[in-house]
């Protein structure tokens, strides 16, 4: 014979056991005030609940706290690959354990957020994109933490997180610091994107014009790579000796197009991503890139969420810096 389903306790199941009606075993559980049951009722329908095994469902315990067992991770509308994934999958597992159920939506520019939580009400949101003050205050005003990885909050200096664009400011820098003072900075022409290649176009200019660099953009990669390494031989006659890339896809694309238009790297021209994936060890030349503390950054987030923890990083400490062999070192040329 198959083996027996257990079912699931219900408030039926404790009323018949203490001998009580089922509106007497919602208010003992539910602690409602005002109810005038007798102590001595309220003892024997707790210890029938705690014989049987009871627990409410999650419904009901979001009625009683206000609140649901959900953290809600709110992101850009972008696909979720790359390190985003990573740090999802990795923080709902973490969440998990704590006994949380972590969801993740994808923000479009219609959104109304306030349908979304009264949905869900949920216990925590994880700002993964901006939020207007709007969504701060109705947020606020539920009771409902806020915990930002990345994103804009207003109001709140101390949820400050990973900012896009730092991500263009150092890897500028980067190639600065290593004497390279006419750069570029490569990012698709994709409008799903410029939430991100925006900021970290917009940090580029900032840091050369501060490091009084010369700095280029250019956006066609999507548009195949003949066109591309006709731009890399463009740059590198207009003494361009640094690229950086968008990511490590649009810098693997621009490897490939100076490969094929004989363009060497790094003699003739440095390169530089971000997101540091699993690939940027295995070409030739290994690509340097910008990559993320994910392990660290989902303690600090599992920890703020559970709250365990308050500490505040910023993009500094988030982001790390992978100098390989793509990059050359001109400040070292006699």
Known sequence: MPPRQHRKVSGKDVAEAAGVSRTTVSFVLNDRPNSAIPEETRRRVLTAAE????????????????HSDVVLCLLPDWPITGPLGVLLESLSARLADSGLTMLAHQR???????????????????????????????????????????????????????????????QVAALVDRGHASVAYVLPHDRNLDWFSEPRLEGAREEAQRRNADLIEYRDVDNGGARLATWVISAARDRVTGICAYNDEVALSILMAAHGAGIAVPEDVSLIGVDDSCFTRMTRPPLSSVGFGLGVEVQRLAALITESGTEVRGSDEILQLQIRQSVQDLSATP
Do not use: H, N
């Not at 049987?52 to 206000?66: C, D």
């Not at 109304?112 to 993964?128: F, N, Y």
């Open 51 to 66: 014989a049987l095994g009871y627990a409410p469902l999650p419904e009901a315990r979001a009625l009683k706290m206000g």
């Open 108 to 170: 479009r520019p219609d959104d109304d957020l306030s349908q979304v939580l009264g949905a869900l009400t949920p216990t925590t949101i994880v700002a993964m994109c901006d939020l207007s003050e709007i969504e701060v205050s109705y947020a606020e005003a539920r009771g409902i933490s806020l915990v930002a990885f990345m994103g804009d909050v207003p109001g709140r200096p101390d949820l400050a997180g990973l900012r896009q664009s730092d991500i263009g400011r150092l």
